[in-house]
Nanobody, 125 residues
């Protein structure tokens, strides 16, 4: 059974940093598309970053240069390093796995089959 658990959320001031962690079980992150999404209050869920089996990454424009997605295949764990945070980054962050797409063509637009429970990130100005 696939299971994803996020941690690392919290409250920080604008300009600060946080690192989110997603631990997976029941499948191998190394052979699947993995991504971070977020949902702010009153807004639709938004794809933030995706990483493929070859560690190629893609980001939504608003976080490029500030966020870094990575994974440790040996630990079956994915990370999201977030720097220069602003109030606009306040949201619940979710990790997700797409186990059906070709691992070399991962996309934030794909249908992700497995989701974590989310972790709250709150940025104060």
């Amino acid at each position: 059974q696939v299971h994803l658990v996020e941690s690392g959320g919290g409250s920080v001031e604008a300009g600060g940093s946080l690192t989110l962690t997603c631990v997976g079980s029941g499948f191998a992150m190394s052979r699947n598309c993995m991504a971070w999404f977020r949902q702010a209050p009153g807004k639709e869920r938004e794809g933030v970053a995706v990483i493929d089996a070859y560690d190629s990454t893609k980001y939504v424009g608003s976080v490029k240069g500030r966020f870094t997605i990575s994974k440790d295949n040996a630990k079956n764990t994915m990370y999201l390093q977030m720097n220069s945070l602003g109030p606009e980054d306040t949201a619940v962050y979710y990790c997700a796995a797409d186990r059906s797409s070709y691992v070399g063509m991962c996309s934030l637009a794909a249908k992700y089959s497995d989701w974590g429970q989310g972790t709250q990130v709150t940025i104060s100005s």
